[in-house]
Every structure is written in C-alpha cells, then in structure tokens.
C-alpha cells in the first residue's frame, strides 16, 4: 500500500457509507471490488481470510536462529519516541499503543528479544504489506541473474503482450524498480466514496488485477519522478511470471523460500482463487522467517556459503546514496528509496529496512549485526529500532532534533532575528554532529508556507533562500512562494 502518516489507508465503515456503497454497486462495472473495500474496509494484518493463497511451502532443513537463554527483558523499558505526542515511552507501552502482535529482536544469530501479543506466536503467519515489494524486488534480482529476465532496460510489453500499447506496455522494468512509470495513481484520500474507488482501494481489492493494470491510464512521460505506486510493483509481479513461467510463489519457494531455511509454510495472497499473486502487499509469513529474510540482505544475498541474491543486486538494494540530499518520504529519520527498500537518511547511515503499511517492518542494522522484525497493527507508528539496536548492543543513542522546529520556536520567541541565529547555530552544529540534527529541503519548504500564511512575506522568503542555498537543485526549495490570499 502506499506510504502515508498516521491516518488509515482504507475508509472506516458506517452506516451511511454502506448505504452510499449499495447505491454505487448497482451501477459500478467494479462493484466487485467496491464490495470487498465496504465489507473489509482497513485492511488487518493479522487477518489473512479476505484473499485466496497460494502457499510456499517450508524448507526440510530449516535455519534455525538460537534463543538466549535469558531473554533481554530490560528492552521492555528503553524510551522510545511516542509518534502521537513525540515524546519518550518505555518500549513496552509502544508496543501495546501500536498494536503489535509480534516483536523480535536478533544480535548475531542469536534471539535476544522476542514478544507476542493478540494471539499471535512463533509459527503464526502475518501480512507484510508492502514488505512485500522488498522480496519482489529480490525475485527480479534472481530472474535477471538467471537469464528469465534479459535486461532491466527492457519495456514491460516484451514479457507481458497484453500491455502492449497500454500504459504499462513501454515502461522499462528499472523504472517500475523506480517507481518512476508516469501512470495514473490515486491514493486513498477524501471521503469514503472517493477512499473506496481510489486506486489504491481497487488495487488492494481487486479480484481482477490484470483487467485492473490494462486499463491504467498515464498520468505523465515514464521516468518523469519517483512516485510510491502499488500499480508498478503489481506489473513486476505479472512481468516476473512471464519470464520464468512459474507462479510467483512457485518461483520464491524454489528460488528463495526454501534455500534461506523456512520454518513454516508461507503463502502468497491472490486477486482471486488461482489467479494472480499480489506483489505489492500480499506476502505471508511468520516473524523469525521474515527475519531470514532480512539475514539473508544482512550477509550480502549469501546463505550458508549459497548466493541467492546476486551481491551486487544486495548492494544496489541496500546502499545508502549521499547524492540525493531529499527524502522521496518525509519523516525525522527521513526515508530514502532504492530497489523497493528504505533506507534512513540521519547519520550514521548504513542501516536499512523493509517497510508495510500498519507497522510492519524487518530493520537491519549491519554494524551489529543487529536484526529487528516488527509486525503492528496501526498506522501510528515510529522508528524506534536504532534505540533498541543500540541498548542491545550496550550503546547509546539519541533522537536527533529537526532543525526547522527549532526555528520555528525560535521565530515565536523572537522573531527572525533569533530564527536567524538558530538555524546559523543549529547549521554549523550539524556540519560538526550530523547525527544530532534533521533538516530536509521539504521541511525548510513547509516552514517558509507557514510564515508566509501568516502574513509573514519577507521572514518567509528569507527561510526559502536558506532552502535554495543550501539544496539548490532541490524542487522543493525552486518553488516560488504561493501569492498571500486576499480577502474579498
């Protein structure tokens, strides 16, 4: 699903919305997916029952991770960041606000944390959501070493005919791993109507979603801009089927599932009973083999001296670049994009993760060793896992300060002139601690929207020249001001 804050993907369900839907089911052609949307309405990560599956089946030799024999229940009380109120909660407090059912923290191979809630255990499987993407994103790596895919330069309509001429036919397969096609999107916003019939909620609901993907229409040129889209990763999906003529999930299980060592069976959740996997969001599994799946990027694509994963696909996927001083999501920790998995852009960078809606996340710490799987319930989530990768690794860590905030205080107490001196001290302090301090080109933006909404022209355009000197090829930051509404 696509990336938000804290609000729900899907509309909640009333009295007057299901109504409103009835209404609509009458004379929508998709009245098969508005169905699913009105009868679901927020998707549950632990509630696998709304789709048809295709299983994976475990391996015969599965890897398993040791259990300390003392568990680290100290974790329980590291202060993590509130996301509601940003201030500081023990961990356990966390969990239960954000509705996790499962929370596993792996140093060295080793089980040092490991939680359960809500019915959930060890074998119980789960939703990634779009941690699914990441593994999609694997599978392409292996079909492009293996041949089954010939080149990333190559248009989608070369393995899937039936997108010749469409919208998706000539994008290349590198720009749907870049999110960059140029089709039409829309995210759930707005009332329920307009969340219901998104296409985000069709793309989730669908039991068609190769009818769903022909009739996508472009939006701009491919290649245009990134933009998070479920549509791309559901194309990969088809495009990966073509080329080595296997299911998805047939394919994972040979190729992946069984040489990393799966303890369970895992699946796979289908647009319809034998139809198509759902590559964005549609990955089952349990937490200790998600978190194979994060060893498995953790040692290069390797496992047990077996490359998987070609390395240089695992390098590409999880390298941090310097070059692009702007988040594609905003957030404190600031949210880099490559090769379907994120990566933070706060010094020390290095560390990296897969990420689903609803607080699903596999966190890997190199320098550790450190492996963290999160399986949540909510969209009021964080990113607590440097915290915890630090206590149990017996260091220290702080949450870093957002630059743009401290001007702001500094402006309501003393005008420009001591937001001036704030961000010139605040600047020149992040040059000597990078880790200590966040500063996005779109904040800067949104703090220069702000001042000039409250009539505020001049303090406005000089917060926007620090945007422009400081990101100068930025979009963000070239942006002219909006023109001050005037009252009639």
Known sequence: MAKRNSRHPFPRRTAAAVVLAAAVLAVSA???TLARTVRYGQPDARDLSMFAHRAMRA???PFRFWKAERQRTDVDTV??????????VPLSQHLVDVRAHAFLVIRNDTIVYERYAFGHDSAKTSSSFSMAKSATSALVGIALARGEIRALDDSVGVYVPELRGRAYGGVTIRQLLQMSSGTAWGDARGNFLQQATSTEARTYYTPDLRGLLRSVGREEPAGTRWRYKDTDTEVLGWVLASATGRTVAEYMEEVL???IGAEHDASWSLDHRGGQE???TGWNASARDFAKFGRLFLEGGRWNGRQIVPAEWVAASVGYDPTRSAPEVVTWWGMQHTLYWWHPMVAPQGDFYAD????QRIYVQPSTRTIIVQLANSNEQDFPFRKIAAAVNGTTWKYPRGIPGLVLQAHAAGGMDSARA???SSTAEMAARPEAFTLWPQSLRALAEKLAGDGLAADAAEVLG???ERFPSDPSCAKPLPEPRRSR
């Open 257 to 259: 599932w069984k040489p």
């Open 356 to 359: 689903g809606s609803l607080g």
């Open 79 to 88: 202060s993590v960041r509130d996301p509601r109120t940003g201030r500081l």
């Open 30 to 32: 998709a009245g098969c």
């Open 59 to 61: 391996s015969a030799t």
């Open 422 to 424: 704030t961000y010139r």
């Open 278 to 280: 759902k590559t964005s």
């Open 466 to 468: 620090w945007c422009r």
